[in-house]
């Protein structure tokens, strides 16, 4: 069996379109799991123990966020799919005796509950986080200062400017990694853009490109001053920086060395 932290973030089984997809699923599994040993169900039962379970749905949560477009607040969008969760077109009629079925119902899943509400995750929150309110005040009016700070509610008179320093009016603070955020929700974006996800995918990986060019300018400048350009008895008796400064530019050599040191 797989550790939790063998997880990664991109893991999904190739009858699924979304990472997303696959690993709401492992939630729900492991959530499910972890009430039955809490209820004392699995005790005769060859399931892992409830450590284990209880680490891959927190690490499932984890990653979830990660792939959430609003991650601070995914929970919210968690209680909205899982409330979609037990709709009658999603409901299974047979057991789930056979692998085939299992693959079904995923698709089933990600298709009806998670491809149709991954478009506006950061509206659903809202969305849900209003209904909520609303539910909890009943027929209490008067506005609360957590409402304006949470952006449930507006005040024109009293605060006419308070919208324009709402979290939905500023600058995204990474707009690569947000871009990347939502292109891993986006179905079928592997096949669409396969050269912007590969590239996004391994974007740390590249960073680190520009670090070639000095270091491989300066061992070849090295090269070029100690291979074979000074003989043995020589190199016995010389200091490198006799070597190295001879008949060569400093600054030139300084630029190199630095940036060596920079990479």
Same mark, same amino acid.
């Given at each position: 069996?797989?550790?939790?932290?063998?997880?990664?973030?991109?893991?999904?089984?190739?009858?699924?379109?979304?990472?997303?997809?696959?690993?709401?699923?492992?939630?729900?599994?492991?959530?499910?799991?972890?009430?039955?040993?809490?209820?004392?169900?699995?005790?005769?039962?060859?399931?892992?123990?409830?450590?284990?379970?209880?680490?891959?749905?927190?690490?499932?949560?984890?990653?979830?966020?990660?792939?959430?477009?609003?991650?601070?607040?995914?929970?919210?969008?968690? !209680?909205? $799919?899982?409330?979609?969760?037990?709709? =009658? #077109?999603?409901?299974?009629?047979? +057991?789930? %005796?056979?692998?085939?079925?299992?693959?079904?119902?995923?698709?089933?899943?990600?298709?009806?509950?998670?491809?149709?509400?991954?478009?506006?995750?950061?509206?659903?929150?809202?969305?849900?986080?209003?209904?909520?309110?609303?539910?909890?005040?009943?027929?209490?009016?008067?506005?609360?200062?957590?409402?304006?700070?949470?952006?449930?509610?507006?005040?024109?008179?009293? !605060?006419? $400017?308070?919208?324009?320093?709402?979290? =939905? #009016?500023?600058?995204?603070?990474? +707009?690569? %990694?947000?871009?990347?955020?939502?292109?891993?929700?986006?179905?079928?974006?592997?096949?669409?853009?396969?050269?912007?996800?590969?590239?996004?995918?391994?974007?740390?990986?590249?960073?680190?490109?520009?670090?070639?060019?000095?270091?491989?300018?300066?061992?070849?400048?090295?090269?070029?001053?100690?291979?074979?350009?000074?003989?043995?008895?020589?190199?016995?008796?010389?200091?490198?920086?006799?070597?190295?400064?001879?008949? =060569?530019?400093?600054?030139?050599?300084?630029?190199?060395?630095?940036?060596?040191?920079?990479?």
């Amino acid at each position: 069996m797989k550790s939790a932290q063998q997880s990664n973030i991109n893991e999904k089984p190739n009858h699924l379109n979304l990472s997303i997809s696959y690993r709401f699923i492992h939630l729900v599994t492991h959530a499910i799991l972890l009430v039955l040993h809490e209820l004392d169900q699995l005790s005769n039962s060859n399931l892992p123990n409830r450590d284990y379970i209880r680490q891959h749905f927190e690490n499932d949560y984890t990653l979830i966020c990660q792939l959430s477009t609003n991650p601070d607040q995914c929970y919210i969008w968690l !209680y909205k $799919l899982i409330n979609h969760l037990v709709d =009658s #077109n999603i409901q299974q009629d047979s +057991s789930l %005796d056979h692998n085939q079925k299992v693959i079904e119902f995923e698709k089933c899943i990600e298709d009806k509950l998670i491809i149709p509400h991954i478009g506006s995750i950061i509206n659903e929150i809202r969305e849900y986080r209003l209904a909520y309110n609303k539910f909890f005040k009943q027929d209490n009016n008067e506005l609360t200062l957590q409402e304006l700070i949470d952006e449930l509610a507006v005040d024109e008179e009293q !605060y006419p $400017l308070l919208s324009l320093f709402h979290m =939905s #009016n500023t600058h995204i603070a990474n +707009s690569i %990694d947000s871009f990347y955020a939502k292109l891993r929700v986006t179905p079928n974006a592997e096949k669409a853009y396969p050269m912007t996800m590969l590239f996004l995918k391994r974007s740390e990986d590249y960073a680190n490109i520009r670090y070639l060019h000095p270091i491989i300018t300066f061992v070849n400048y090295l090269s070029q001053k100690f291979n074979y350009r000074i003989t043995r008895k020589d190199a016995e008796k010389k200091m490198i920086q006799e070597v190295l400064f001879k008949d =060569s530019d400093k600054t030139t050599e300084l630029k190199l060395y630095n940036d060596f040191i920079e990479a």
